[in-house]
């Protein structure tokens, strides 16, 4: 909230008021933009712990168990830090620093699955399979999985994903809608 144009209207404030306000409201806008350096300052200290791990797992000699053993670590930023490192090894063509990037990225997305209730591993198998046959096939072959509170999952989780606003959510989102209405069409 507190962005370049945040601080311009401040200013302009504090040039339109005199006396105790005008003191006022600079001792606030100091203040605000010392909050600001302190957070600016925290997020590069995250992000750098977040190189720092992920180069400790792409250089050391089993990513896959440098992953394991680091998972508590692995946050939100980390993922961040390893999506920008697959997007620039993709841009400077490095086949060999993309693929260990990659396969660091699906060690780590397999542990958060291992780590999933099964319903929504169930959820997201469905997600991964081919529309409208595979998922089919797969809700015919597990009718007792599909239970309420599961259509329950699937309709909550499409919400969330529809409020999303990259284009790819809402179409994660629609695909989950469809497939709900495939499971409640067998039940």
Do not use: C, W
Not at 34 to 60: F, H, M, P, Y
Not at 94 to 119: H, K
């Amino acid at each position: 909230l507190m962005d370049y144009t945040f601080f311009q209207k401040l200013s302009e404030r504090v040039d339109a008021s005199e006396g105790a306000e005008k003191t006022r409201l600079t001792q606030l806008r100091d203040h605000l933009l010392e909050i600001t350096q302190q957070l600016d300052q925290a997020t590069r200290e995250t992000v750098a712990e977040g190189a720092k791990l992920l180069q400790e797992i792409i250089n050391s000699p089993s990513p896959r168990s440098a992953v394991q053993e680091h998972m508590a670590e692995i946050d939100e930023v980390f993922m961040n830090v390893l999506a920008a490192n697959m997007q620039k090894a993709q841009q400077d063509k490095n086949e060999s620093l993309f693929e260990r990037l990659a396969m660091v990225y699906d060690e780590v997305m397999g542990m958060i699955q291992q780590g999933l209730p099964p319903e929504v591993q169930f959820v997201d198998a469905l997600l991964n399979e081919e529309y409208p046959d595979g998922t089919r096939a797969m809700l015919q072959e597990n009718r007792e999985v599909v239970t309420p509170e599961v259509l329950d999952l699937m309709d909550q989780m499409a919400k969330e994903l529809a409020q999303r606003e990259d284009d790819e959510a809402k179409e994660t989102a629609k695909r989950l809608r469809d497939i709900r209405t495939q499971a409640m069409l067998l039940a």
